[in-house]
């Protein structure tokens, strides 16, 4: 009897499937049609929550948008059109544009707890590895962050005690200026390494040589990835891109950097761990090692660990070096292009020095129109227009939106520091925006160079000390004029991972007071 109700059943399903088969076969235009109206309706639906936005093609949603030129250019045009949140698609990726002041507080603020995280691809995953501070999310960012944060400030980096390492690091830096003998010279390598060696004092408690091979190797490779991270970028939104033949998009080479880098900082760390003294921490490796070992000990949750330790330090080096060094060279870009500012700033610092040599960081509160230069040229340089892409971990509403779980929130910086709303004539080069009419510095909310909410750079009192001794250091001691071969440098850059000035030489003329001898 069982036999025959399988047999039954069989049939049955055999029956079924075949008219199934015939339907389709007869009716295959009908069912291509019938799906295609469901696909297009549930995309139909679920856009009627989420922000408007341009629409899209299947498979690659909005490349074609996101690949024909300047993408500030572009965001600038979807905010005309559609608002300050804006839906887009990259692959299976989902993204939202976010612009204009208000918004950029209501979500990066406001909301700021549901849209601290990273995105999860190659980028945060496989070259950062999801660790450390810029590419982790959740506890790893959040203990990581505190970590820096708190121990910046106890090796004096916000306050007195670190600016001798700044300072320390500015003698050799003016002394290769000097060098030039005020011929057509390219600051950008020089400021990189000046930066980058501040970052070392921090880290392992030393500053290196400019010859050094492994501090060359480091700065090499850095510079290397951040080029690369250009032609990587395709492979976060369509992932198999990567397992291409070959190396197309360079994910490789990318990968092959990291490993590098972290060969050699492990070297410094294995020396660290040999001369760890508990009673005396010298920098952020002994200091990790040290908050490590005491939670370990006390049986502690923590994702502490030599391997992050390595990306943390990997993150101080790019985050540390590369947006300073490019804030420095915009600054040199728009003095060059402005002597009248360049001699206003010398008079304010020869004032305020009154016959000392060095100006402190304490001389800054009686400096208001050296502060609007470096707040202008933040603003104008805008070095990082789209900041770093966040992501939520649940759906969130936003007015009458709900923005789904997993989007890849970008913030649309760019929008705010050139909002003809916000600032008059954004184009122009007015450090008087940032000054009252009796001469004292406004500060305003507009000027974002450091992010805002949860992930507001950890970094800023460090970034604000660099610019303020190494603007004000070059002004006191040489005229920057233009190249006598290219003249005026360029007022608009190149746009990748940061927001870079096309190459360009500048002449530094010693002061007659300088005092700056050559190296």
């Known amino acids: 009897m069982k036999e025959i109700q399988l047999h039954y059943n069989c049939a049955g399903e055999y029956i079924i499937m075949s008219l199934i088969e015939h339907f389709i076969a007869d009716h295959y235009v009908s069912v291509i049609i019938a799906s295609l109206v469901f696909v297009l309706l549930r995309k139909y639906l679920k856009t009627k929550k989420s922000p408007p936005g341009p629409w899209s093609l299947p498979w690659i949603g909005h490349l074609f948008l996101l690949n024909k030129g300047d993408t500030r250019n572009t965001f600038r045009e979807l905010r005309a059109q559609y608002g300050d949140l804006v839906s887009l698609s990259l692959g299976s990726q989902s993204i939202l544009v976010v612009s204009g002041l208000d918004m950029l507080h209501e979500v990066f603020v406001k909301h700021g707890k549901y849209f601290d995280k990273r995105p999860q691809m190659f980028t945060t995953v496989k070259v950062g590895q999801g660790k450390a501070v810029v590419n982790a999310s959740g506890h790893v960012w959040r203990e990581h962050r505190t970590f820096l944060v708190s121990n910046m400030k106890e090796i004096g980096i916000s306050h007195i005690n670190f600016e001798a390492n700044v300072l320390e690091e500015l003698q050799p830096f003016l002394q290769l200026l000097a060098s030039t003998e005020g011929k057509d010279f390219d600051p950008r390598l020089c400021l990189q390494t000046a930066t980058s060696n501040i970052i070392c004092s921090i880290s392992f408690g030393k500053r290196f040589d400019y010859e050094d091979p492994d501090f060359k190797d480091?700065?090499?490779?850095?510079?290397?990835?951040?080029?690369?991270?250009?032609?990587?970028?395709?492979?976060?939104?369509?992932?198999?891109?990567?397992?291409?033949?070959g190396d197309m998009f360079k994910c490789k080479q990318c990968l092959n950097n990291v490993d590098k880098v972290q060969r050699i900082l492990q070297t410094w760390i294995d020396r660290h761990k040999?001369?760890?003294?508990?009673?005396?921490?010298?920098?952020?490796?002994?200091?990790?090692?040290?908050?490590?070992?005491?939670?370990?000990?006390?049986?502690?949750?923590?994702?502490?660990?030599?391997?992050?330790?390595?990306?943390?330090?990997?993150?101080?080096?790019v985050g540390g070096t590369e947006t300073t060094a490019t804030t420095l060279r915009w600054t040199l870009v728009f003095?060059?292009?402005?002597?009248?500012?360049?001699?206003?700033?010398?008079?304010?610092?020869?004032?305020?020095?009154?016959?000392?040599?060095?100006?402190?960081?304490?001389?800054?509160?009686?400096?208001?129109?050296?502060?609007?230069?470096?707040?202008?040229?933040?603003?104008l340089g805008d070095i990082a227009p789209f900041s770093l892409p966040h992501s939520n971990t649940q759906p969130v509403r936003l007015g009458s939106y709900v923005i789904p779980a997993g989007t890849l929130v970008i913030p649309n910086v760019n929008s705010v520091h050139l909002d003809p709303k916000l600032w008059d004539d954004p184009s122009e080069f007015r450090p008087e925006r940032f000054l009252s009419d009796d001469g004292s510095l406004v500060k305003n909310s507009a000027l974002m160079p450091f992010f805002i909410g949860p992930r507001v750079c950890p970094g800023q009192s460090l970034g604000k000390l660099e610019l303020f001794h190494f603007i004000t250091s070059m002004v006191q001691h040489f005229h920057i004029l233009p190249s006598l071969m290219e003249g005026l440098p360029q007022l608009h850059g190149h746009l990748g991972l940061t927001y870079i000035p096309l190459p360009h030489t500048l002449r530094f003329v010693a002061r007659c007071r300088s005092g700056i001898n050559p190296s």
């Open 274 to 317: 040999l001369t760890l003294e508990p009673s005396k921490p010298r920098d952020i490796i002994d200091l990790y090692m040290l908050d490590m070992q005491q939670k370990v000990q006390a049986n502690l949750n923590t994702s502490m660990s030599e391997d992050q330790l390595l990306k943390l330090i990997g993150d101080l080096f």
């Open 335 to 379: 003095l060059v292009h402005h002597p009248e500012v360049q001699e206003r700033m010398y008079s304010e610092i020869m004032t305020t020095l009154n016959g000392r040599a060095q100006l402190s960081v304490l001389d800054q509160r009686q400096m208001p129109f050296t502060s609007a230069v470096i707040m202008e040229s933040q603003r």
């Open 218 to 245: 480091i700065l090499e490779i850095v510079e290397s990835n951040m080029k690369l991270v250009g032609a990587t970028a395709i492979v976060n939104y369509f992932p198999f891109l990567e397992f291409f033949p």
